[in-house]
């Protein structure tokens, strides 16, 4: 899952949370990974995980989440 901070337009922070997520995913692949294992989500900016506008917030924000399922 891709992520980004609450600055710049909705479609930009889609599109960066995106190419944020599938750098994850090329990783992975080179690493071993099948590619039909993975999926890739963008959720821009809607799902932070640090309240505020401060660069500390917005930091934590600009992040890529790995998540399981069996």
Same mark, same amino acid.
């Given at each position: 899952?891709?992520?980004?901070d609450?600055?710049?337009?909705?479609?930009?922070?889609?599109?960066?949370?995106?190419?944020?997520? !599938?750098s /994850?995913?090329?990783?992975? /692949?080179?690493?071993?990974?099948?590619?039909? !294992?993975?999926? @890739?989500?963008?959720?821009?900016e809607?799902?932070? @995980?640090?309240?505020?506008?401060?660069?500390?917030?917005?930091?934590?924000?600009?992040?890529?989440?790995? @998540?399981?399922?069996?």
């Amino acid at each position: 899952q891709g992520h980004t901070d609450e600055r710049g337009s909705d479609s930009y922070n889609l599109a960066l949370g995106e190419r944020r997520a !599938q750098s /994850v995913k090329r990783i992975l /692949v080179l690493n071993g990974a099948g590619e039909d !294992q993975i999926e @890739v989500v963008s959720f821009g900016e809607e799902d932070p @995980v640090a309240d505020g506008s401060s660069e500390e917030a917005y930091q934590q924000n600009r992040r890529a989440e790995l @998540v399981y399922k069996r």
